[in-house]
């Protein structure tokens, strides 16, 4: 019983703890946003010279210059949803001090740039992956065998199912110990029964033989008297 609502304890205080990744935070963010900007085909260079601003070459936009952070921004994934293995959003803001203002409104820009500001954290790999990354685990989520209801269901309620499951097993056992301690009882008391009719019992054997010792006692003694009359007699 200790054990079984030790257990529960526990569980529940896991369940109402409030969720977080260790690994999903701003350093993280930073250190894998650096490293997926560098795999990145059209990335020539990505050098740090000092916190948060780099020397940055790019092939695609094309750019060469100055890369300044001015913000990174760790969130909860709520839209994303626990059945997707996803907990954190990440977005790291830049500026390019060296491109012309006119081009930091064209299309070519902003279509280069959402591949290069949002990270998603992983907490089936325990780390942050790109975008790209991020739609393709979700398309294959929709397109496995499961069916993304059962898989998003058994995710979402999965451990309250465990729980109510523990719950009905502990009483189950709960309500077993407790027949038998009650069949224990029962036969402790039976047994309480028998043994006091049998002192009972006992005690009525004991006073017959009482009796019967009373009654040899008398028959003794008038034996005795008859005797001492009949050696009277013969003296006279």
């Given at each position: 019983?200790?054990?079984?609502a030790a257990l529960?304890?526990?569980?529940?205080t896991?369940?109402?703890?409030p969720?977080?990744s260790?690994d999903?935070n701003?350093?993280?963010?930073?250190?894998?946003?650096?490293?997926h900007?560098?795999?990145?085909?059209?990335t020539?260079?990505?050098?740090?010279v000092g916190?948060?601003?780099y020397e940055?070459?790019?092939?695609?936009?094309?750019y060469?210059?100055?890369l300044?952070?001015?913000?990174?921004?760790?969130?909860?994934?709520?839209?994303?949803?626990p059945?997707?293995?996803?907990?954190h959003l990440g977005?790291?803001?830049?500026?390019l001090?060296?491109m012309p203002?006119?081009?930091?409104?064209?299309?070519?820009?902003?279509?280069w740039?959402?591949?290069?500001?949002t990270?998603?954290?992983?907490e089936?790999?325990?780390?942050w992956?790109?975008t790209?990354t991020?739609?393709?685990?979700i398309?294959?989520?929709?397109?496995?065998d499961?069916?993304?209801?059962?898989?998003?269901?058994?995710?979402?309620y999965g451990?309250?199912i465990f729980?109510?499951?523990?719950?009905v097993?502990?009483?189950?056992?709960?309500?077993?110990q407790t027949?038998?301690?009650t069949?224990?009882?029962?036969?402790?008391a039976?047994?309480?029964?028998?043994?006091?009719?049998n002192?009972?019992r006992a005690e009525e054997?004991?006073?017959e033989?009482?009796?019967?010792?009373r009654?040899?006692?008398?028959?003794?003694?008038?034996s005795?008297a008859?005797?001492?009359?009949?050696l009277?007699?013969?003296k006279?």
């Amino acid at each position: 019983m200790r054990t079984a609502a030790a257990l529960l304890i526990v569980l529940l205080t896991a369940l109402l703890a409030p969720a977080a990744s260790a690994d999903a935070n701003r350093d993280s963010l930073i250190e894998a946003w650096e490293a997926h900007v560098a795999s990145l085909p059209g990335t020539a260079r990505l050098e740090a010279v000092g916190d948060g601003v780099y020397e940055f070459e790019d092939t695609d936009l094309p750019y060469k210059g100055k890369l300044t952070i001015v913000g990174a921004l760790v969130r909860p994934a709520e839209s994303a949803g626990p059945e997707t293995g996803y907990s954190h959003l990440g977005m790291v803001d830049f500026t390019l001090a060296d491109m012309p203002t006119e081009r930091l409104s064209s299309q070519v820009y902003y279509y280069w740039l959402t591949d290069r500001q949002t990270l998603h954290y992983s907490e089936v790999e325990q780390r942050w992956v790109d975008t790209a990354t991020f739609q393709d685990s979700i398309r294959t989520m929709y397109d496995s065998d499961i069916p993304f209801s059962v898989l998003s269901f058994v995710l979402s309620y999965g451990f309250w199912i465990f729980l109510i499951a523990l719950l009905v097993f502990t009483f189950v056992v709960v309500g077993r110990q407790t027949r038998k301690a009650t069949s224990l009882m029962d036969d402790s008391a039976a047994i309480n029964d028998k043994a006091r009719e049998n002192i009972d019992r006992a005690e009525e054997l004991q006073d017959e033989l009482l009796a019967i010792a009373r009654e040899t006692r008398d028959l003794q003694s008038e034996s005795n008297a008859l005797l001492k009359q009949m050696l009277d007699a013969i003296k006279k």
